[in-house]
């Protein structure tokens, strides 16, 4: 700008020589702060696009590291779900063979309960029998006293 203005001095003394040449000049001189004004108000955009450019730039790295720290939550996610759903098939596991125990342990406890039944069963037919003899050998033997 300073350049412009020496530049525009020196033109103003060349015109002050010739006396036809000032409005030329004046317009020169209008035209220059006119310029001037524009050129001002380029640099406060410049300088306003420079700042939004920063903080872009700013939002674009905190947004970066945000999706990374995101990608990486993720995958660890996906790893305790994939550690989860081994964990549920061990547990069915678990479970199926639980239940196959326990169905097994039933039919022995029926079957023992029946071999019980049987045997108690037995066991009072043997107590009515030996009852039943004996009545018979008391009864044999007092008859055969008489």
Known sequence: MTTMRNCMQ?????FQRDPDQNNALRECEERLR????????????????QRNLRESESRIKELTFQSDEDRQNNERM???VEELKQKI???ERQIEDEKKIAATTREMYEKLKREMN????????????VSKLRDEGRGGSASQLS
């Open 34 to 49: 006119g310029l001037e004004t524009e050129l001002d108000e380029e640099k406060r955009r410049h300088a306003d696009a």
């Open 118 to 129: 049987i045997e108690e069963d037995n066991k009072e037919k043997t107590g009515q029998a």
């Open 10 to 14: 020196g033109l103003f003394r060349i």
């Open 89 to 91: 098939k061990t547990c």
């Open 78 to 80: 996906k790893d305790q």
